[in-house]
């Protein structure tokens, strides 16, 4: 299983992105998808997650009421949206997946390469 995320990139404080977690060869649809993030210096930490179908959700505090997380598995792709975006929000954003719903523990088994995602005025 590879993933892919895209939708990265630079963006003012208070602005918009919205990453996408895609899968070649595969099907998502069976998969429980964590969106991840290190920042430089800093220790890997959890933002978001979904469960395979969707019925659950979970987000870290300093994410909650700015970032929305769903799936789209007719389309095989995981979005996170991330909204009013703040500087400490730099990182690089990486999504993982796997059959048990972990929440946001890092114990997923397959992960992408990771999308740069800047805020800065």
């Known amino acids: 299983l590879q993933l892919v995320e895209s939708g990265g990139g630079l963006v003012q404080p208070g602005g918009s992105l919205r990453l996408s977690c895609t899968a070649s060869?595969?099907?998502?649809?069976?998969?429980?998808i964590g969106w991840f993030r290190q920042a430089p210096g800093k220790e890997r930490e959890g933002v978001s997650c979904?469960?395979?179908?969707?019925?659950?959700?979970n987000y870290a505090d300093s994410v909650k009421g700015r970032f929305t997380i769903s799936r789209d598995n007719a389309k095989n792709t995981v979005y996170l949206q991330m909204n009013n975006l703040k500087p400490e929000d730099t990182a690089v954003y990486y999504c993982?997946?796997?059959?048990?719903?972990w929440g946001l523990g890092s114990h997923y088994d397959h992960w992408g390469q990771g999308t740069q995602v800047t805020v800065s005025s």
């Open positions: 060869g595969y099907t998502l649809d069976y998969y429980a």
């Open positions: 979904i469960s395979s179908k969707g019925g659950a959700t």
């Open positions: 993982a997946a796997d059959s048990v719903f």
